[in-house]
């Protein structure tokens, strides 16, 4: 147990902790609300992130390879849904009256893991490296990879939200408002476009 978990922790550190899409999405949510604002996100990612492992984990991948036609689906409506969030903060410095930013919710994590082709296929890669490794049994494992998977990506982007929150330290006046909202939707338009030409 204590060897698989290292050997998949050494695996996953270049994917969860290099600047990715996720990584990014969430740095630009907390350079423009703050760390805290972007927890319900976080923890709605990491939720869906578990539950779809898990099922990926027992066989959900099988039926993916059946129809590959649903990968060009998730990977052009999860590009046009951070497009969205990316235009909606873009605007969000030159809209007037009530209309105003907001932090991804708990929902807007979910959808970001659920729309991600990518994801599925990094948790596809990782279980045909070491579910067939493994000693313990199927469900055992599963479990184990599911876990250590979810809580590594947690960790990283807990990491990547708190340097986004570091680096909105020295934009918080309202003469910087705009520039923020500009450059981080900026950021998150990028973000959309990686994952559709991905």
């Not at 009530?98 to 596809?124: C, R």
């Not at 990506?153 to 708190?162: D, G, K, P």
Request: hydrophobic fraction near 60%.
């Amino acid at each position: 147990m204590i060897e698989i978990t290292v050997a998949l922790v050494l695996f996953l550190f270049p994917l969860a902790y290099s600047p990715g899409p996720g990584n990014m999405f969430f740095a630009a949510n907390s350079a423009r609300f703050g760390f805290r604002a972007t927890i319900p996100a976080n923890m709605g990612y990491h939720v869906a992130t578990w539950i779809v492992t898990a099922a990926i984990g027992f066989g959900f991948i099988a039926a993916l390879e059946r129809f590959p036609q649903i990968f060009t689906v998730l990977k052009v409506a999860g590009s046009a849904y951070v497009l969205w969030i990316a235009w909606k903060l873009f605007k969000a410095g030159t809209l007037e009256g009530n209309e105003v930013a907001k932090a991804a919710t708990f929902s807007d994590g979910v959808i970001l893991l659920i729309l991600n082709p990518k994801a599925y296929v990094i948790i596809a890669l990782m279980f045909s490296q070491f579910l067939v490794r493994s000693e313990m049994g199927t469900l055992a494992t599963v479990m184990l990879i599911t876990t250590v998977f979810t809580f590594n990506n947690l960790v990283a982007f807990t990491l990547w939200a708190l340097i986004g929150d570091r680096i909105a330290g020295f934009f918080r006046t309202p003469e910087s408002a705009e520039k923020l909202n500009c450059m981080f939707g900026g950021i998150l338009a990028a973000v959309a476009l990686w994952m559709l030409l991905s």
